[in-house]
């Protein structure tokens, strides 16, 4: 190694950082934030949505099971291409125009009056949104010291709450009265002032470090995710991202409808789920104190065993009392959990392939994420129970668990190269 060229890649990463370190600790964590926050609104208002459409459009429970594949086939596409585009043209720029994307399509979906309009702007949306949430994780991470990164990374993901909060808040309040449009462009609209704020926000120091360097091409990119360097990673995160994204969409999209389900009626079942968002933000703020106490691997095992044991308490509730416990423990662990991938996840791979690893991680997932909500809606239709149902996602967090207790190595304070 030339040891004059690695002091100037370490001067010149550090005059990065520097350069980067009031924008760090003041804004990218607010505009980074700011993205999450919509993103998870319009997600969050889907579940609503499509509870709504059901019964405006008269909606099968297949066809209600591919509006939340279609935006999952969307965010496994966005987070393909996106991925590789952030490793060539740098994550800010990948970070602007994933959220532009998803921001016109999420507003033109509002004016749609048949189902096959809607699927296809929703997979516009699926892509912006794909994109944008590991690229956004993967600056983030590269932005910030290494004390502090995991605690960031889930504190970044914990706007994703106030966003399926504020969701939550909408739908109760609007959709009854002024219908799923009106709560659409409410969510559009404030988006286009996250883009205003991006504008201004400069590059990761550790991209900025290596960008002058020749770049591998994207088929060489792929291919070193599975060299004998990565596999191991790559293989416990692929598990673990389809086994998380597959449970997550299945859940939370059908939350609304599940409760229906168990005879609550839709107003009612709006209240439920607004109260079980509330538990969202103390699971990601106690992950953000574990992870750099404890470590990535705890806060991951334990946060999914978490999500597992309330899933299945979910499924077979059959009080009020032990439906609302069973709801408010699932969002605790799963955000948390959720929170944790997040801060994981860039960690694994050097600079110069970490947005096409973070990204394909996330493509795969969204595969689960295609699946899941099928699946529910399929065996919806076949009289298969809500109890068999959650048990099938129990079965599927404690897999992904198990990738990473025996796959994964500890990254906590881990200088990324």
């Known amino acids: 190694m030339d040891h004059t060229k690695g002091v100037a890649g370490g001067k010149l990463l550090g005059l990065n950082r520097q350069k980067h370190k009031v924008i760090s600790e003041r804004k990218l964590l607010g505009i980074a934030g700011m993205g999450w926050l919509f993103d998870a609104m319009d997600v969050g208002m889907l579940s609503f949505i499509i509870a709504a459409l059901q019964v405006e459009w008269k909606l099968t429970p297949g066809q209600m099971g591919w509006i939340g594949s279609v935006n999952s086939i969307g965010m496994a596409v966005g987070a393909l291409v996106f991925g590789l585009m952030a490793d060539k043209i740098g994550r800010k720029n990948v970070f602007l125009i994933t959220l532009l994307l998803f921001s016109l399509a999420s507003g033109a979906s509002a004016f749609t009056t048949s189902l096959a309009v809607f699927l296809t702007l929703r997979f516009i949306v699926g892509m912006g949104l794909g994109g944008e949430l590991p690229v956004a994780s993967t600056l983030v991470s590269e932005s910030v010291p290494a004390e502090k990164r995991g605690s960031t990374v889930v504190l970044l993901e914990s706007f994703w709450a106030g966003g399926w909060l504020i969701a939550a808040v909408i739908s109760y309040f609007i959709i009854p009265t002024y219908g799923w449009q009106t709560a659409l462009i409410i969510s559009a609209l404030p988006a286009f002032y996250a883009i205003y704020l991006r504008i201004g926000l400069p590059d990761s120091p550790q991209f900025a470090a290596v960008k002058s360097k020749a770049k591998i091409s994207a088929t060489a990119s792929l291919a070193k995710l599975w060299s004998k360097e990565h596999s191991r990673q790559t293989a416990m995160l692929w598990i673990v991202w389809f086994c998380v994204v597959f449970s997550y969409y299945g859940m939370f999209l059908w939350l609304p409808s599940v409760m229906v389900m168990k005879g609550f009626s839709l107003i009612k079942s709006f209240e439920y789920v607004l109260i079980m968002t509330l538990a969202q933000l103390p699971g990601y703020f106690t992950a953000a104190w574990f992870i750099e106490k404890m470590g990535r691997k705890f806060v991951l095992v334990v946060y999914l065993i978490g999500t597992a044991v309330s899933a299945y308490f979910f499924g077979t509730a059959d009080t009020t009392v032990t439906l609302m416990t069973a709801g408010i423990l699932l969002s605790f662990f799963n955000l948390g959990a959720w929170g944790g991938l997040y801060a994981y996840t860039p960690e694994q791979y050097p600079t110069i392939i970490r947005g096409t690893g973070a990204g394909m991680a996330a493509a795969v997932g969204r ?49 990324l190269r």
């Open 367 to 415: 595969i689960g994420g295609v699946l899941g909500p099928l699946m529910v809606g399929y065996l919806v239709a076949q009289k298969f129970s809500v109890s068999g149902i959650f048990t099938l996602f129990c079965i599927s967090i404690l897999v992904g668990a198990a990738a990473v207790f025996f796959l994964g190595t500890e990254t906590k304070q881990k200088e």
